[in-house]
């Protein structure tokens, strides 16, 4: 009987881990270019000067399909891509410009509500179906509440607003925030459905 090397063992051990870090790779890399494209994408309302934009959803929806890790890796590339002078964010701004102002508490909120996100989103059962829906909607409540109390400590440390005040000025976000997470669940669940591999570590 042929016995084989245990070097070539060791190789071919080897070969799935490194296949899955680069399609890890690859969807990190996807899903921050997917969140650059969407800062183009903005309506300016409010007295804090803060725009609805679907880049604040689409991070989140980085972590339902992605889950906690890969979503906050996700988050933390495009930001990087910010700090380096790219226009990552919605009105073109860059990551250093945002952290200057009232919305650097958005930032800080961005990086988070990923792995907020998907460590609750990764609690859902595999299979379509009603509780799937309902952990991945309480997933992205999560992740969106999370960008809301870092957004409300900036704007309290930085537009010396009360923190009543700094928790009104989210009022008018709240009900379009809700509205794309509930789209960004439907497309994270229409996602899982259709590759229940992408939920391997």
């Known amino acids: 009987m042929q016995t084989i090397p245990p070097e070539k063992t060791t190789i071919r051990s080897k070969k ?12 990190i890399a996807v899903f921050a ?14 007295a804090a000067g803060v725009p ?4 604040n959803a689409s991070i989140v929806l980085a972590g339902l399909i992605l889950g906690g890790r890969r979503g906050f890796l996700t988050a933390l590339l495009f930001l990087v891509l910010g700090l380096i002078g790219l226009p990552v964010l919605a009105g073109g701004r860059t ?17 988070l509500s990923p792995l907020v996100a998907g460590a609750i989103a990764y609690l859902a059962p595999k299979k379509r179906g009603t509780g799937m829906f309902i952990v991945l ?9 999370t960008q809301y109390v870092c957004g409300s400590i900036g704007l309290v440390l930085r537009a010396g607003l009360s923190i009543s005040e700094a928790a009104l000025a989210q009022g008018a976000f709240v009900l379009p925030d809700l509205a794309k997470i509930a789209v960004m669940v439907v ?12 939920r391997k570590k």
């Open 16 to 27: 799935p881990s490194s296949r899955k870090q680069l399609q890890d790779i690859a969807l």
């Open 33 to 46: 270019a997917l969140i650059i494209v969407l800062a183009f994408v903005s309506i300016p309302v409010g």
């Open 52 to 55: 609805i934009v679907l880049q």
């Open 95 to 111: 990551t250093l410009a945002a952290l200057a102002g009232p919305t650097a508490g958005y930032i800080v909120g961005y990086l």
């Open 137 to 145: 909607g309480l997933a992205g409540i999560a992740g969106l509440i």
């Open 187 to 198: 497309i994270a669940a229409g996602v899982h459905a259709a590759f229940p591999d992408i």
